[in-house]
Nanobody, 125 residues
């Protein structure tokens, strides 16, 4: 059974940092595309960053230079290091996985089959 569990959310002031983790089970991250999405009430879920099987990464423009996505296949874990957080980064952050064996740079939520329950990130000004 595929499971994704997110950790690491919290409340910080603008300029602060958080590191999100996603612990997975039931599949091998080495063979999946992984991603982080975020959502605020009333808005659609948007892609933040994605990583392919071979480590290719892409980021939405608003987080480039501030967020870093990485994974540890041996630990079945996905990470999102978030620096210089801003109030517009506030939202529920979701880990997602797709069995696609290539790379999904489009950050399209419809391309991801499996989702975690989310972890809340709140950034105050």
């Amino acid at each position: 059974q595929v499971q994704l569990v997110e950790f690491g959310g919290g409340a910080v002031q603008a300029g602060g940092s958080l590191r999100l983790s996603c612990q997975t089970s039931g599949f091998s991250e080495a063979n999946y595309c992984m991603a982080w999405f975020r959502q605020v009430p009333g808005k659609e879920r948007e892609g933040v960053a994605t990583i392919g099987r071979f480590g290719d990464t892409t980021y939405t423009d608003s987080v480039k230079g501030r967020f870093t996505l990485s994974k540890d296949n041996a630990k079945n874990s996905l990470y999102l290091q978030m620096n210089n957080l801003q109030p517009e980064d506030t939202g529920m952050y979701y880990c997602a996985a797709s069995p696609y064996t290539g790379f999904l740079p489009g950050l399209n939520r419809d391309e991801f089959n499996y989702w975690g329950q989310g972890t809340q990130v709140t950034v105050s000004s």
